[in-house]
């Protein structure tokens, strides 16, 4: 059953995930009580409140926004991670792991230092950045790490360190020489604060609806890549445009979840991988249902920060790294005996 | 007809192939042979579109290859690589698929013809019941069934094969051979394979073309072109050449390993 109906399972799963990411909180709030707040705001139904209510407003205002901002940013990353490590046929590629999402950082904390105004105008200019920051250093690690047409494990990771590393250093400098609030923007980085409020969700919906469409309709590209650039132009890929369109709709992706959420790791190598194991490497189906199972991690993971140090909370990134850290050690051990490469 | 033309080919500046011509009729199989580093694969390579081509033409029934896109040219030829372990979790079905792309919409979706074809192929490579079996757990000689019927969903006049039984032991060998030349046959496909074995060769191909250091040598019938001093100059190992006592075919052995144990 699991593995016959990957996207009924999936479904599940983020509408669990979803659920609880709205009731738990400093007051509890029962499913129940939620799907009648949230049906009260469909037009042409009316239902008697007999809630208290601050419930419609905490639901409305803070947890609903913030829980699809996490759906969305989980979602992003585990799509455009799965992305990736189909175009450089590489398991370890993860946006986080590469230093795309450094570079992201970088370019979101410089857009945020120009002093845009923090309005939803200012926001849609916030991912521009992190796109710039992006698309500059996937070209760069990818330039840095290829040897004879191929990208070794150990020359992508060592590229994407060093050049995450300087990118952050980049940004490190960004932030202490201008008045951006250092605390608001650390946390940023450690991907802490996802932004509240529905003006990020607003901002971020479309670019992440294009994102992540363009993103599904690249599967096929992808599962001809991995016999190699050579044979997929025999089979009649025009490869080159393939390359340069999944690198440029997967940094965007990656983009604007960075912009909004800060720099998470780990979700984009999880995720994929997970539902590799369980449901096969058919790109055609791994990015739409990263899409899906990204986005319920990501949940989770938020809900773990939320509850493991209550009444305050971890930055998600940590949660993520705490369990993606010893997962990527695992994967670097399967991939030395090439079982899903 | 495949006419190719005073093919020249140069990685950097140094001259790889040098005015190479020969022409394949339709249901004939053309070998390349000669020694390691001779420009077979890069011959191949070159007809497939992958590697420049410095001077001369590749054309098909007049139509010029070098004008054609990507799509166009996998129309027209499918590859069959060297032989190497496969990975990628793809079922054996998915993969002989790819051979579908150049017909596919632009999401990659696959008609109720394109599985026809794909059948169709599996069929023709022994492999109906292997369908969803995963290819990274096949032996290396089903593999190459797989990539050859991927090549064929390509459903191409050309077909060309890069030393396709390399590692192949001789079940396998004669098994992947046997397929090729009955399709060659039946579907009067044009077929050039670069091979190491000149034995298989002289059983195997109705035309021979002989490298040596990426200029032609020889081009003929395998009894034509595999003569004693030719082969043994190309390879510079004394060669002793007899005749297969049923068909006549040319069995070739080298003379060094007697003479170097005596």
Do not use: C
């Not at chain 2, 998915?94 to 008609?111: C, D, F, H, K």
Request: no cysteine; net charge neutral; glycine share 8%.
């Amino acid at each position: 059953m699991i593995r016959q109906r990957p996207f009924l399972v999936n479904i599940i799963i983020l509408l669990i995930a979803f659920t609880f990411s709205i009731a738990l909180g400093a007051v509890f709030i029962h499913p129940s009580t939620i799907l009648r707040i949230l049906a009260d705001q469909i037009p042409g139904i009316n239902i008697t409140p007999d809630w208290p209510n601050s419930f419609s407003a905490i639901i409305l205002a803070v947890r609903l926004p913030r829980t699809v901002l996490v759906l969305l940013t989980g979602a992003a990353l585990a799509s455009s991670g799965a992305a990736y490590q189909g175009l450089f046929r590489n398991p370890l590629a993860d946006p986080y792991l590469i230093g795309v999402a450094s570079g992201a950082g970088l370019g979101a904390i410089f857009a945020m230092s120009l002093r845009w105004p923090m309005n939803l105008f200012g926001f849609y200019f916030i991912p521009v950045g992190a796109f710039i920051g992006a698309i500059l250093t996937v070209v760069l690690v990818y330039s840095l790490a290829r040897v004879n047409g191929l990208v070794p494990l150990t020359t992508l990771i060592l590229a994407g360190v060093a050049v995450g590393a300087f990118a952050s250093a980049l940004t490190s400098f960004l932030m202490l020489r201008s008045d951006l609030q250092l605390h608001r923007a650390i946390s940023f980085l450690l991907g802490g604060s996802p932004m509240t409020g529905w003006d990020p969700v607003i901002a971020a919906l479309p670019y992440m609806v294009i994102g992540m469409g363009l993103l599904s309709v690249s599967g096929h590209a992808l599962n001809i890549l991995q016999f190699g650039e050579e044979e997929a132009k025999q089979m009649g890929l025009n490869v080159g445009r393939a390359k340069i369109f999944i690198i440029i709709v997967a940094s965007l992706t990656t983009a604007v979840a960075v912009a909004f959420s800060g720099v998470i790791g780990f979700i984009g190598l999880i995720v994929p991988h997970t539902i590799r194991i369980i449901w096969g490497a058919d790109y055609r189906r791994l990015i739409s249902l990263s899409i899906l199972g990204g986005g319920s991690a990501l949940l989770f993971a938020d809900m773990l920060a939320r509850i493991l140090i209550a009444p305050s909370s971890l930055p998600v990134g940590i949660v993520t790294a705490l369990a993606g850290a010893p997962f990527f050690l695992w994967i670097l051990r399967q991939a030395k005996r090439e079982v899903f490469w | 007809m495949l006419k190719i033309d005073s093919l020249t080919v140069a990685y950097d500046d140094k001259v790889v192939l040098q005015n190479v011509s020969f022409d394949v009729q339709p249901g004939e199989i053309l070998a390349l042979i000669g020694p390691n580093g001779t420009g077979k694969s890069t011959l191949i390579r070159a007809l497939s579109g992958v590697v420049p081509i410095a001077s001369g033409q590749v054309s098909i029934d007049g139509q010029n290859l070098s004008e054609l896109s990507a799509n166009q040219r996998a129309k027209i030829m499918a590859v069959v690589p060297q032989a190497r372990q496969l990975g990628g979790a793809f079922s054996v079905e998915q993969a002989v698929m790819m051979g579908r792309t150049p017909y596919l919409n632009w999401i990659g979706q696959e008609s109720e013809s394109d599985k026809a074809v794909v059948r169709l192929a599996l069929e023709q490579t022994n492999l109906t019941g292997f369908a969803d079996r995963q290819i990274a757990q096949l032996s290396g000689g089903e593999q190459q069934r797989v990539l050859l019927a991927r090549a064929l969903s390509q459903s191409t006049p050309v077909l060309l094969l890069d030393e396709p039984t390399n590692h192949l032991d001789l079940q396998h060998q004669t098994n992947l051979l046997s397929i090729v030349k009955r399709l060659a046959k039946e579907k009067e496909l044009i077929v050039i394979v670069a091979m190491h074995d000149l034995n298989l060769v002289s059983f195997f191909a109705d035309k021979v073309a002989l490298l040596v250091n990426g200029e032609l040598r020889g081009l003929g019938t395998p009894e034509k072109v595999m003569q004693k001093d030719a082969i043994s100059a190309a390879y510079q190992t004394p060669v002793e050449i007899i005749q297969h006592p049923v068909t006549g075919a040319p069995i070739i052995f080298p003379q060094g390993i007697l003479e170097q144990s005596e």
